[in-house]
């Protein structure tokens, strides 16, 4: 291999110098063999030819997915030339960028006209913003070997008109605190700095001078364009309010991963071209707990956690995390739990940080990772609710009762999802969306979004009435927050408890989640109960969105020999009741099995209840939903408790017929005390053994005593919690 | 490690004391990892102390899991006691045994009255048998050890009479030809070689000297039992008439899998025991070529085709197998390829056959075994049709023509089911029934077997009228086999073709599938030809089990607002209809995703024809059925043809949602020709290119010319199909 001369301004962005200086003598596999997935891939789209196409289509369509290769390969091309020196890398950058500069001013807005801010060669400015933060780093790898002409041609005729139509050409992109106007900051600054434009290193830093430039209110997700002057926009604004001092992103982990990377990228270019700035120790060091946040925000495949619009699925696996981990590693404390997750990633980015990573694997220095039960809390200040996320074995539990989200925001305060490894055991629908498929109405998200997978009924939680919380209405979820009540973790007991009182009017819920480590039981037990203090007569529907096939109900199922949708609205006119069961009181006890494991619900009721058995799929002519099963345990009332236990049980194999242990160990829950202070339940194992669980609802000062009179007698305990066998 | 002298007549079924002492010599670490696992697992059960309770239960419950534990245990504990030295295997076997022996004599038959052969300690003699195929293997283990005094007392107290109670006493049992006859053969050889005992021996070789000695008709599946007299039974009956000369076994692989253990635990005795037999050379090696058809019919994970009743999952990983490909290994031409699926199966059975292809394994002489497209003839002479198998890619289609398979058949004469890798793309329900799971009915056959899943609706082939093949009589199927018609296949095109002609009275049927490599295409096409002569009028509803999500459809899709069952009966009583589309004679495509890949279909329509979107999941009061979704093809007329293509294609991750090539290629299909002599059917790719394939449906002379008029002109060609580029 050949190596560039160094004393140079570039590469200066995500490489440098003396960092490929010393990839072409590491000893570091994992290294070489990203190097050589990068070597194959690249020389398939090489050979492929350039072809840079007139603007049309939306995103899944040709001329979307052609821009969106040219700039990975183009990147990638530009990291090959610098480790490799083969020339044929920057040449075929160079070709292409001026195929690019020749089209360039040849084009208006794109043709589709459904975005807020629409782009040049994408639908939407956030893809053109895409385009120039991967550009960019290529440009810069080839800058010192491009002559001075090509350079001043492409900086005119390209970069700084490119730069100036995704910023002050289009401020309702550029100067709002969000994940889109994190992309242009980033692709204005980034191209800046290749540049040494310090006028849009600026901008992209501390936003436009602009005041009230906006036509529209709203973007496509329903957000608002609430404009920021100069200092309150930008990229260092971005990192002061769209995290929580935790690194919790109140999008949601699925975008905090898409926002990640610009954030990452162009703080990795600033660490080295204005290393003054100190940007990747700004705020506590943010930008790295940020990573850390996105870890402990996955179950067992590493999958995160899909509240919100969230393609599920996505995971520690892709390209913006395999950055980020490597980049947590090497700019934060070379934490070798880290290195497992990047050995899990079987990748690493080809620059220092990746190298650094992959070094270190191969000295063997890569640890588990401690995933831990622990609270993230939402709101720039932290103060603004958050998730709870339980874990004991294999299990894990994460309760919501963060800020709404914005545009991106589903109606689900106080919902929970279970998890058993990589399993869903209690699932969180998602977002109604295909991304990037063209098939499913262009890769956006399909109008079942908003007609079902928003709606408070598509989730585990609370619905009074039948209608969603805040009424659907974003603008209002907006304004306030759930609360958080009191987040606690031992060995065998960990409680996440938090409050929602304006979901609804008159309604004020309290939904206090357990995960309890009971030593006869084989695996954890989760403890459900939520509190309500509601007008009487209000009608509450509580659905759990179980994932497997039902094996067996401790009640008679009316199963429905004809099915209509169960309701005009808000969500309802998606499901379908396959039967129901008038339960009156008695306890509820429902099994299914995903595979693998049994899971088992058991549930109080009251006089009345009914649980009602469901189905997606109602009203939905293309398609678009799964057809996944449901339960919705039904009751009239007032001031009440809904109280349930999911249980973790044995095992089956396919291949080998032996049920292990089929049956639930819980024979029975009860509701010992219910009142606006304290509820108590009580959970009797088929042993004979009774667990009993108190907890006071209003008073979290972990040294006061309380005193109860319950069905069984009266208990008394110190702290918010009391958890013993009777 | 002790060894035990040599020189005896024990061990002498599957362990013998030559192979004893290679195994603590070996260098085999899958062979030594195995025995830990066993150690361990055997370390468990002995820790729970000894449990023999007094029969109760069916299959699920503690009695009768109890008493399948024990013999599991015993078994490997006797081959502990083997390879270890240890006595207290042998203490431990000793004293279960005496237990045993202490309760049968006050045994009658087991309380449950639910089989046509009630066992003792289980609810049929055929788990009983099970027992003793498994416990006589131990007692064989620790015969020498044990005193002569109780030797003689196990022999008369317990094991005369057990095998006389599952022999003599339930001829109905023991009789037939029949995978539970064998169980019951090879149950009673083996203790009948333990014990020297000539007579069962001659019993479980040649059958018992009965006439009719049946009360019942039939059995529990609903097989007639055709009782045999001395000669026409037994264990070399069974392996004359229970197969096929290619090892093809009527009831299919699941129960293949379950026959197999019986047929080669007591054929490796016998070779141990009575060489001059030859038992594993009989019938041109049968017994191995069985394996390999077991080996043959699995997809991509090694899962056996789910037709007839079984259980999906059943792999080439259970017990079963395990013992079966090992011993194939030792018994046949120690063929390298097997070894690959030993290394899969990560587990070796701990016997001469497991010592051997682990130490084959550790020399590193594993290869992988080579799936081809192939042909399995059915019935005792191989002239009963069979199963076509064809393979290309990742790509196994299977389609079937066999006999029915007795009381284990289902209604699907013609039917197919298309894997891609492991994944099915097109389903075969299987049965409806979760084995051995209490939950659900006990862990036997639901009565959705009978009233869906054995139903021709249910399957991936034509009914007619909205009557099942044979109007649901499983005496009236027994009586045919579908007709093979002509199986080929090169390096790029492979074709099965097959008709039935009796399935329904004046309708004759003759399906044609090939597997088509095509150049310019990622992945192989399946064309499917589907020619039917019978009455105007007639109704046709074709069904295709897709798996996966609903992408989209090229026609408009009517959704029903309201859903009802689409019949009373024959299986439509548990079809909901979520939409149709009129497609009155356009072509229809259909995409979905099954998480990775897309799979498109492509079929030529009639004026009339309707596309009916269907859900399993109508009138199942118990939630027994999984609610996956199917396309059925509805056409009223007379002598037509159904011709559809299917495509898989492109690729989608949902971590870095690119998707790639997620449209289909195929712009058009078109039947050129059709008469009961010809089948002519043209493929347009996007591309342009026309690909035409001509079949001759009544003369499969390979020489012969044909000359055909199609709506294209007139073509030629010479032997049974043409395939090529127009």
Known sequence: MTHLVSGQDHPGLILTPSAVREMNSAQAPLFEKSLQEVVDEVAVEMQKGIDVPVPKDLAGGYTHETHKRNFFTMQKAGVLFQITGDEKYAVYIRDMLLQYARIYPTLGKHPATRSYARGKFFWQCLNDANWLV?????????????????????????????????????????NRIHNHSTWGNAAVGMIGLVMQDAELVNWALYGLDVDDLHQQEKDNDGGSLDLKTQGEAGFIAQIDHSFSPDGYFTEGPYYQRYAMYPFLIFAQALANKKPDLDILKYRDRLLIKAVYALINQTNGLGEFFPFNDAQKGMSLASRELVNAVSMAYFFGDQDPSLLSIIEKQDRVPLNDAGLSAASAIAQGLSQPFDYKSLELSDGAKGDEGGIGILRADDMTLVMKYAKHGMGHGHFDRLGFMLYDGGDEVIQDYGSARWVNIDHKDGGGYLKENHSWAKETIAHNTLVV????????????ADLTSGTRYSFTSTDSVSIVSAREENAYKDVKMQRTMALLTIEELERPLVLDLLTVQAPMETRYDLPLYYQGELMSVNQQIEANTTLSPMGQESGYQHLWAEGQAAVNGDMFQMTWFNGKHFYTVTSATTEGDEMIFTRIGANDLKFNLRRDPGLIQRRVGGNTVFASVYETHGFYSYSDEIPLNSFTSISDLSVDHNSE???????????????????????????????????????????????KRK
């Not at 009435?465 to 209002?476: E, L, M, R, T, Y």
């Not at 304290?678 to 006071?696: D, H, P, Q």
């Open 134 to 174: 991967y550009t960019s780093q290529a440009y810069d790898c080839i800058y010192d070997w491009l002559d001075k002409q090509t350079v001043k041609k492409l900086n005119k005729e390209l970069f700084r008109p490119y730069a100036e139509y995704i910023s002050i050409q289009n401020p309702q992109f550029f």
């Open 677 to 723: 202070g304290y509820v108590v339940a009580a959970i009797e194992l088929t042993s004979g053994k009774v667990y009993r669980f108190a907890f006071s609802l209003k008073d979290n000062d972990p040294n006061h005593e309380h005193s109860v009179e319950t069905s069984k007698g009266e208990i008394k305990w110190k702290g918010i919690y009391d958890f």
């Open 465 to 476: 009435n039948k209608d969603s919380h805040f009424d659907g209405n974003v603008q209002a």
